[in-house]
């Protein structure tokens, strides 16, 4: 990987971590307050990579998040569900 990906997808966690994304076209803005503009096919090619999945908050809003190492094979079937029930 390429050590601008790999920096990218630090930001994409961090920012994860820090703020509840609802959206990649969100995702794409506070990338760009950070100064790095992607395009959608990135965002989505980085999301898939760091297993990010969209979850839906007790106020039922869904929002993108990084699951903890040991969580990443119960996420696998949560991405199907979140997928296919948020309609994406």
Known sequence: MHSATAQRRLLIRSL???HEVPTQEA????L???GLLVTQA???RDLKQ??????RLDDGTG???I???GER???SAMKFISHVDMGD
Do not use: C, M
Not at 27 to 30: D, I, R, T
Not at 50 to 55: D, E, G, Q, T, V
């Open 16 to 18: 994860l971590a820090k």
């Open 27 to 30: 995702l794409g803005a506070l």
């Open 32 to 34: 760009e307050r950070e």
């Open 42 to 44: 990135t965002l989505s």
């Open 50 to 55: 760091l297993s990010a999945a969209r979850i």
């Open 63 to 65: 929002v993108y998040r």
């Open 67 to 69: 699951p903890a190492d």
């Open 73 to 75: 094979q119960a996420t």
